[in-house]
């Protein structure tokens, strides 16, 4: 915070995720609300369908924001906002995102148990975790056979933001039945077992 007020920049915190996090820190926002801006939602912490958005930010940059939110989305359906704002204040959000958040740390818990031993990463209660390759390994050949398998990862490539991208493969654990996930985990490490 100290380096974006020195060279006055705008700090752009998302925080669609924030919800997983049990006790998360204090928002950027909180802490320099003069140069952050502060864009969550309800889609990710909600419903999918529910494409319901907001933004904080500095009194200086109000005007801009709502210019670019009409030159692309206009607004939000009245009925959405009206059942988002009805769900934010009689608690329904609350009461989701909570169960978000239990349905995230029993997926996470299941994929570090299945892919034990294969150096996974993610927050505990996460809707996705990376797997670390070796150097011998390819990303992009792991996830190809394993699309062969019906089972879609991501290598680092879209995520990173450096020349040199990290060997693994981002595994999302949401959207999918319990057991279908098991089964898929259960592929990703015969796979990834198999190369090593």
């Known amino acids: 915070m100290k380096i974006a007020r020195k060279h006055g920049l705008l700090i752009i915190e998302d925080a669609a995720y924030a919800f997983l996090a049990k006790a998360p820190p204090p928002p950027l926002a909180a802490l320099a609300p003069e140069t952050t801006v502060y864009v969550s939602g309800l889609s990710k912490s909600v419903a999918t369908g ?76 996460s809707y996705f975790l990376w797997l670390p390759l070796t150097e011998d390994i390819r990303a992009d050949q792991i996830a190809m056979a394993l699309t062969r398998e019906h089972v879609s990862v991501s290598t680092a490539e879209p995520f990173s933001t450096c020349a040199s991208v990290p060997h693994a493969i981002r595994v999302a654990l949401g959207s999918v039945e319990l057991e279908d996930l098991r089964k898929a985990l259960e592929k990703v490490r015969r796979l990834i077992r198999a190369y090593l």
């Open 50 to 125: 529910l494409r319901f958005g907001f933004a904080v930010a500095p009194v200086q940059w109000v005007p801009a924001i709502e210019r670019t939110i009409r030159a692309t989305t206009w607004n939000t359906p009245g009925v959405v906002t009206a059942i988002a704002c009805g769900w934010l204040d009689d608690g329904t959000v609350a009461r989701l995102e909570v169960e978000k958040r239990q349905d995230a740390a029993i997926r996470q818990s299941m994929a570090r148990d299945i892919l034990a031993g294969l150096g996974s990463v993610g927050h505990p209660s």
